[in-house]
C-alpha cells in the first residue's frame, strides 16, 4: 500500500472545485493507494509523472516506489493543466 502526500497547492485546487467534483477527486486520490497506475492513468512525456483524468478535471502526481509515497502537486482543469 501507497502512502499519498497531497502538497499544499492542490489542497487549493481540490477546495476550490465544484462540490461534487471535490468529493470525486478525493476518492479517486484516496484508491491511488492501492493502485498507484490504474488502467485510465497515463504517464507524462519527458518525466516520471502521472496524469489521471476525472471527469474535465486532471489529477498530476508523482509515484516514488522505492518509498511508496504518491505525491499529488496540482488538481487542474483540463484545459488549464498543460499536461492533460
Same mark, same amino acid.
Given at each position: 500500500?501507497?502512502?499519498?502526500?497531497? %502538497?499544499? =497547492?492542490?489542497? !487549493?485546487?481540490?477546495?476550490?472545485?465544484? !462540490?461534487?467534483?471535490?468529493?470525486?477527486?478525493?476518492? +479517486?486520490?484516496?484508491? %491511488?493507494?492501492?493502485?498507484? *497506475?490504474?488502467? *485510465?492513468?497515463?504517464? %507524462?512525456?519527458?518525466?516520471?509523472?502521472?496524469?489521471? =483524468?476525472?471527469?474535465?478535471? *486532471?489529477?498530476?502526481?508523482?509515484?516514488?516506489?522505492?518509498?511508496?509515497?504518491?505525491?499529488?502537486?496540482?488538481? !487542474? +482543469? =483540463?484545459?488549464?493543466?498543460? +499536461? *492533460?
Amino acid at each position: 500500500m501507497y502512502k499519498v502526500r497531497i %502538497l499544499r =497547492r492542490a489542497v !487549493k485546487d481540490i477546495a476550490s472545485l465544484p !462540490k461534487n467534483y471535490s468529493r470525486l477527486v478525493s476518492q +479517486h486520490i484516496d484508491d %491511488l493507494q492501492d493502485d498507484p *497506475c490504474p488502467p *485510465c492513468t497515463k504517464k %507524462l512525456r519527458g518525466s516520471t509523472d502521472y496524469r489521471l =483524468r476525472v471527469g474535465t478535471y *486532471c489529477i498530476l502526481y508523482d509515484v516514488n516506489d522505492k518509498s511508496q509515497t504518491i505525491t499529488v502537486y496540482r488538481v !487542474k +482543469h =483540463r484545459r488549464e493543466a498543460y +499536461h *492533460c
